[in-house]
T-cell receptor, first 109, second 120 residues
Framework: GQNIDQPTEMTATEGAIVQINCTYQ??????LFWYQQHAGEAPTFLSYNVLDGLEEKGRFSSFLSRSKGYSYLLLKELQMKDSASYLCAAMDSNYQLIWGAGTKLIIKP | GAGVSQSPSNKVTEKGKDVELRCDPISGHTALYWYRQSLGQGLEFLIY????????KSGLPSDRFSAERTGGSVSTLTIQRTQQEDSAVYLC??????????????????FGPGTRLTVL
């Protein structure tokens, strides 16, 4: 079957760095997406990886290892506004997204 | 340009009533998705449209749920004889759907603000 696993909740301190991990098992693979969702709002796109390695975009970076079925989202210089849920989604061979349950990130001052 | 819009933003209904939720995708987006999200949970896939046809209805939780899309644009999700467990936020997303290599690039999904459904 198809499955996405990510931690339910994480806590970090303002100004620090946090890494949110995601492991996936899909029928075929066409890339890994990360979305951010603030409470009460719709998810918004953060990043997309299809090749192994690290993609950096400002304070956010995303890493992919296809051989390990593993990705992580790295958030640096955390700000209070980064408090949100972070959703991992893998695209399968039919180009459909398989979604994880999301990781709720709590930032403390 | 306009994003994905959904209406109503909030809907409170009594158990047993039918409800209809509407989604207006981004103009030109051929793919449309419906998801359900319960409080504090991840996204639950319901149905996917490519144009007006629905190649994947696997996520519809029961025969009380149905969806249609007309003119390759607006979609409606109908829930008949609502139950309290149907209470959730219903999210709609749309994407382009290119061919070949571009299918990957164009499959970023853009989400609407959602409809919060409360069944009393």
């Amino acid at each position: 079957g198809q499955n996405i696993d990510q931690p339910t909740e994480m806590t970090a301190t303002e100004g620090a760095i946090v890494q949110i991990n995601c492991t996936y098992q899909t029928s075929g693979f066409n890339g890994l997406f990360w979305y951010q969702q603030h409470a009460g709002e719709a998810p918004t796109f953060l990043s997309y990886n299809v090749l192994d390695g690290l993609e950096e975009k400002g304070r956010f970076s995303s890493f992919l290892s296809r051989s390990k079925g593993y990705s992580y989202l790295l958030l640096k210089e955390l700000q209070m506004k980064d408090s949100a849920s972070y959703l991992c989604a893998a695209m399968d061979s039919n180009y459909q997204l398989i979604w994880g349950a999301g990781t709720k990130l709590i930032i403390k001052p | 340009g306009a994003g994905v819009s959904q209406s109503p933003s909030n809907k409170v209904t009594e158990k047993g009533k039918d409800v209809e939720l509407r989604c207006d995708p981004i103009s030109g987006h051929t793919a449309l998705y419906w998801y359900r999200q319960s409080l504090g949970q991840g996204l639950e896939f319901l149905i996917y449209f490519q144009g007006n046809s629905a190649p994947d209805k696997s996520g519809l939780p029961s025969d009380r749920f149905s969806a249609e899309r007309t003119g390759g644009s607006v979609s409606t999700l109908t829930i008949q004889r609502t139950q309290q467990e149907d209470s959730a936020v219903y999210l709609c997303a749309s994407s382009l759907s290119g061919t070949g290599f571009f299918r990957v690039l164009y499959n970023e999904q853009f989400f609407g603000p959602g409809t919060r459904l409360t069944v009393l």
